[in-house]
C-alpha cells in the first residue's frame, strides 16, 4: 500500500514538471539587440557671403552690385543649398575706379545684373582644380556659355583669366573651404555677350627716352666746317665785302682831291 502511493506520487510529481521543461524547451529566444544606425554627417557651415564680404577685403563694390541686383540671393542659395558650391572672382574696389572704357554706367539693369552673374561658376574649385579646368576652357559661368563664358591658364601656379574684353589673375584665395571658393582679381570681368567684339587694342608701350651723351651730338664749331681750331671762328664772308668796300672809297675820294689840285 505505501509502496503503491509512492508511485503515485511520483507519477504525479513527474507529470507535473513535463509542462513546465516543455513550456522552457519552446520559449521564444530573446529579441536580438538592435545596431545603432550611424549619425548623419554633420552639415557644412552655412556661410553669409554678405558678411564674408564685408571684412575680408576692399570689395565694397561688387557687394554693392551684388545687393542690387539682387545676384546675392542666387550665390547665396547656391553655396548652401546645393552640392556643387560655388566659385566666385571678385574685383578691388580699385577695379572699378580705374574701368573707364567701357563705362558700367550706361547698362541697364539686366545688362549689369549678367555682368555680376559673370564673375561667378556653379561649382566649387579649389586652385588646384584650375590647372585641370584649363584644359577644358572656356568655361560656362552663371550668366551662361558661348559668349558669357571664361577662359582658363594656370602657368607654374599662376591662375588667368580671359573674358575677351579683360585678362587678369587670381591674386589671392579670400575664403576656400567646400562648398564657397572667393579669389579676389584685380580687374572687372567684362563679356563680349553684352560689350560686343570690337576690344580695344592694347596700347603700345611709350617709347625710352634717348639718353644719349650730349657730348656725341654735333657741336656748332664742328658745323662750321673741319680743320678749324678751338676757339678761332672762321672769318665771316660779308666782313669781308664790306672791307674791300670801304678801300674803294678811300681810293675814289683820294683820286677826286688830286683832280681839283691839278
Not at 74 to 83: E, R
Not at 208 to 234: F, I, M, Q, R, Y
Request: glycine share 4%; net charge negative; charged share 15%.
Amino acid at each position: 500500500m505505501e509502496f503503491s502511493m509512492i508511485i503515485v506520487l511520483c507519477s504525479t510529481l513527474l507529470f507535473s514538471c513535463t509542462p513546465l521543461a516543455y513550456a522552457q524547451k519552446v520559449a521564444s529566444p530573446p529579441a536580438p539587440t538592435p545596431t545603432p544606425s550611424p549619425a548623419p554627417a554633420p552639415s557644412p557651415p552655412y556661410v553669409n557671403l554678405t558678411d564674408l564680404l564685408s571684412v575680408a577685403g576692399p570689395f565694397q563694390n561688387f557687394l554693392n552690385y551684388l545687393e542690387s541686383t539682387k545676384v546675392i540671393d542666387t550665390f547665396q542659395n547656391q553655396a548652401n543649398n546645393t552640392d556643387e558650391g560655388i566659385t566666385i572672382f571678385v574685383p578691388k574696389d580699385d577695379a572699378f575706379k580705374n574701368l573707364k572704357k567701357p563705362s558700367l554706367s550706361n547698362l541697364t539693369q539686366d545688362q549689369l545684373k549678367q555682368l555680376i552673374l559673370f564673375h561667378a561658376l556653379p561649382h566649387y574649385y579649389s586652385l588646384s582644380d584650375f590647372k585641370n579646368l584649363s584644359q577644358v576652357s572656356p568655361v560656362s559661368t552663371f550668366a551662361g556659355a558661348g559668349r558669357y563664358a571664361l577662359n582658363f591658364t594656370d602657368t607654374s601656379g599662376t591662375v588667368q583669366l580671359d573674358s575677351g574684353w579683360s585678362k587678369t589673375k587670381v591674386s589671392s584665395s579670400v575664403h576656400s573651404t567646400d562648398p564657397v571658393a572667393v579669389y579676389q582679381v584685380d580687374k572687372v570681368l567684362l563679356p563680349e555677350a553684352i560689350f560686343g567684339t570690337d576690344i580695344p587694342p592694347t596700347p603700345a608701350p611709350a617709347p625710352a627716352p634717348d639718353t644719349s651723351p650730349a657730348a656725341d651730338s654735333p657741336t656748332s664749331d664742328d658745323s662750321a666746317g673741319a680743320g678749324s681750331a678751338p676757339g678761332k671762328s672762321t672769318p665771316n664772308s660779308s666782313y669781308r665785302i664790306n672791307g674791300v668796300g670801304i678801300w674803294s672809297q678811300l681810293v675814289l675820294a683820294i683820286a677826286g682831291v688830286l683832280v681839283l689840285f691839278l
